[in-house]
């Protein structure tokens, strides 16, 4: 469920949604993303985790999985020669119902989490400002945690060209979602 939600519903979204896309003015696609990619790890053997499953590691792979998303993504728009700007985001500490899952999370929000509000501000800004094609925006203070957006710090893993090459095939195949 966590691949499925976090990357392929957002993959066939936007592929169903790139012509439209290509007919607008100054279109973006922004892709929510965590930091917890960074702990995330491909697992094309098992992308569903259906031989042994982890909700922490299935989590950092589906917002690994964004990241490569993007990345493809916007070297195939540029490719292609198309004015569509691809970016992400990450909202940093947010205080959702996520954490209401994890116990220590859910004691430590007051201490350190940002109100929704706040988390939604590298999404905006990732949309409205003047962001980078395939860039990456998140909260600017230590950690990335929480402050005001800006650019933020993306795995090297992320910007992998052969698994994001891998991941958008399997992902055609798996959605049936086939780009222009």
Known sequence: LQFGTNHLGHFALTGVLLPKLLAADNPRVVTVSSLAHRMGRMRFDDLQWQR???RTAAY???KLANLL???ELQQRLRAAGHRVMATAAHPGWTATNLQNTVTLFK???PLFAMKPEGGALPTLYAATASAEPGGYYGPTGIGEVRG???PAKIARKARDPEAARR???ISQD????RYL
């Open 69 to 71: 998303f993007t990345y």
């Open 52 to 54: 042994r499953y982890d």
């Open 174 to 177: 798996l959605t049936g979602v």
């Open 167 to 169: 991941l958008w095939e």
């Open 148 to 150: 005001a957006p800006g």
């Open 107 to 109: 004691m430590m929000n």
């Open 60 to 62: 950092g792979q589906s």
